[in-house]
């Protein structure tokens, strides 16, 4: 009782207790396992071998659409802590409940005006961008191999990689066009009778790049075959939501609202590159792989 | 007086037997001595416990190694024709059991309390980020089971979105948000998963991850967002449920590093996007009924992510061994 009494009132001084005590691991620093490995007969479930297999990712923290992915994962590791991979993946998507929300009251009556066109253009779901594909080339390095015990029964190796590599995304965005300076390329504006008619609806697709990078974890159910869960992120910019975010710093004529062509951060009445924003574009892939040659080697 | 003295003296010798034998017992302090030359010449024989340990779990030899203690006990069975001869463990000697060095728990948490102080930060609202500042304070029933409470104060810490800004601009459509003052729960936690990791293959560490449950009081209000002339809200105590999976890594015996996700549930009591009354536009008084301000609850699964401090109390344990 007397121990556990000290321990409480120790709390605050609790760093300088972590720097006095001898930390993890001292067997491995004193006594008899001094210098030795961590472990023995390591079997080595990726040096020199093949992996190929079914992947499937789903976005997440997305604003507007959110995509399902399904594809291929393969790669190759010389090492046993070192290896590259490629990705490549179809995706498939649907609205988030904001853009849900938006289609509610666009099918109550919410339309563009003269003071938020071309940024909305009254079809939300056709001027949101979309993800097409996705394909990533990276290097994968593999720091933490280890093993896992569920419900202390049943135990299976399992390892952390951490990956870095090249993203490639095909998206399919709003098409350019540009209101300013007299034109009438997103649609036709008339203000004095305040309507809006021949409005653009037009997309256009491209391949978006950027770092890919993240962290998975890989179970392996036997010799030959493995159940990975990864995080990935792929920022890169795009016009997620298709509206008229940038190019303006403020307006050059108040009383026409003609805005300044200066790269500023307020609507320039233009949709083009200078809409598109960074986003991190968030995944949670899952995969099952099946590794080459069926039988690992094994370490001394 | 003689009696007395010599029942004083049992005691200080039954009291010094207790201490030797009881507090000189912890996890991973192995009673035995090298000398220096034995820890640096290779063993006569092979170590094959740890090895064979070791070759078991990672599944390396091809037999059941229970089987192959049968055949030695029953006096070493010949082996039937075309059927390969049993590997024979190396050391082992016929009528042997080997022996397996089972590493103890590096962190026992059985009878002791964590106290986790940690960060939070909302992850599915495009509309408003609510971080907090927290703490949870668990007690370990068993080293699988734990109960404890948890507490999350967001008041200060909400703060709007660059979605919610180009949502009104673009879209020239108000939506409803609240704000989040705190959160308090009572929860139930299981560890399932345990683990090491090594590193490099240098070093291990030691890892393992839980699912948690619970209920508790959520305090909101919405900001007056549709109508915020006339419109003002207090603060409303609400039921909430939640569930959670989290993950630590320990740094030493009574330290660890945590991450989890948790998803806090309840029924949300949001602005009421009508500015008039819908039956009879020209009623004058509905907008300045404070009844007409509230719209239908909505459910709202609020997902945070805490990261942080797990701190076990007491700081050393008593590792007891099997008899």
Not at chain 1, 122 to 143: H, M, R, S, W
Not at chain 1, 160 to 186: K, T, Y
Not at chain 2, 154 to 169: E, I, P
Request: with cysteine.
């Amino acid at each position: 009782m007397s121990g556990k009494v000290l321990s409480v009132a120790s709390v605050i001084c609790l760093f300088l207790f972590i720097a006095s005590e001898v930390q993890a691991q001292e067997i491995l620093l004193e006594g008899p396992l001094a210098g030795a490995p961590a472990v023995r007969k390591l079997k080595l479930y990726r040096d020199g071998r093949f992996h190929v297999g079914p992947a499937f990712a789903i976005t997440i923290l997305d604003d507007y659409r959110q995509h399902f992915l399904m594809g291929l994962k393969l790669g190759y590791d010389f090492l046993d802590w070192l290896g590259v991979g490629a990705v490549g993946q179809y995706a498939l998507g649907w609205n988030t409940p904001m853009t849900d929300h938006i289609v509610d009251y666009q099918n109550k009556g919410l339309q563009p005006t003269t003071s938020n066109f071309p940024a909305y253009t009254g079809d939300v779901e056709n001027q949101i961008g979309k993800l097409q594909f996705f394909t990533a080339i990276q290097v994968n390095f593999t720091p933490l191999r280890g093993k896992i015990g569920l419900f202390e029964s049943v135990f299976t190796a399992l390892d952390a990689q951490i990956f870095l590599g090249l993203g490639i995304a095909g998206v399919e965005e709003r098409a350019s066009c540009s209101n300013a300076d007299g034109r009438s390329e997103c649609g036709s504006v008339n203000r004095n009778q305040g309507t809006i008619t021949n409005v653009n609806m037009d997309t256009q697709s491209r391949v978006a790049f950027g770092p890919t990078f993240g962290v998975a974890f890989t179970g392996y159910i036997n010799d030959w075959m493995s159940l990975a869960m990864e995080y990935r992120a792929t920022p890169f910019p795009w016009n997620i939501s298709g509206t008229d975010e940038r190019g303006s710093s403020g307006f050059e004529d108040d009383v026409n609202r003609v805005p300044k062509q200066d790269g500023g951060d307020f609507p320039d009445l233009e949709i083009d590159s200078e809409d598109q924003i960074w986003y991190f574009n968030h995944m949670i892939g899952l995969s099952y792989v099946f590794i080459f040659p069926l039988t690992p080697d094994i370490d001394e | 007086m003689n009696r007395g003295k010599n029942l004083l003296w049992l005691m200080c010798v039954l009291g010094a037997a207790a201490c030797l034998f009881s507090a000189g017992v912890t996890a991973q302090e192995a009673d035995m001595t090298f000398g220096v030359d034995e820890t640096e010449q290779p063993a006569e024989e092979p170590v094959e416990s740890e090895q064979v340990f070791a070759d078991e779990e990672m599944g390396a030899t091809d037999e059941d190694v229970l089987s192959s203690l049968g055949i030695e006990e029953e006096g070493g069975e010949a082996p039937e024709e075309g059927e390969a001869a049993p590997k024979k463990e190396p050391g082992v000697e016929k009528g042997e059991h080997p022996i397996w060095a089972v590493q103890q728990i590096y962190a026992v948490k059985g009878g002791r309390f964590e106290l986790m102080p940690f960060y939070g930060i909302s992850m599915n609202d495009p509309y408003i980020v609510h971080s907090c500042f927290g703490v949870g304070l668990n007690y370990y029933i068993t080293e699988v089971l734990a109960l404890g409470v948890n507490f999350l104060w967001f008041q200060g810490f909400n703060a709007d979105t660059d979605t919610m800004f180009h949502v009104g601009r673009s879209y020239r459509l108000a939506v409803p948000v609240n704000e989040y003052q705190l959160n308090a729960n009572l929860n139930f936690s299981y560890v399932p998963l345990y683990g090491k990791f090594a590193l490099f293959n240098e070093w291990i560490v030691h890892w393992d991850a839980w699912i948690i449950g619970g209920v508790g009081l959520m305090r909101t209000k919405p900001v007056p967002m549709i109508d915020p002339d006339i419109r003002s809200f207090d603060w409303n105590n609400l039921l909430s449920f939640n569930v959670g999976i989290g993950g630590r890594i320990f740094l030493s015996r009574f330290l660890a590093v945590f991450l989890e996700i948790r998803d806090y549930m309840f029924m949300e009591k949001v602005e009421n996007q009508a500015v008039q009354n819908e039956d009879n536009p020209n009623d004058e008084n509905w907008p300045n009924d404070s009844a007409n301000w509230y719209g239908p609850d909505v459910f709202t699964s609020n997902v945070m992510v805490h990261a942080g401090v797990s701190i076990f109390i007491p700081f050393t344990f008593d590792y007891e061994l099997t008899k």
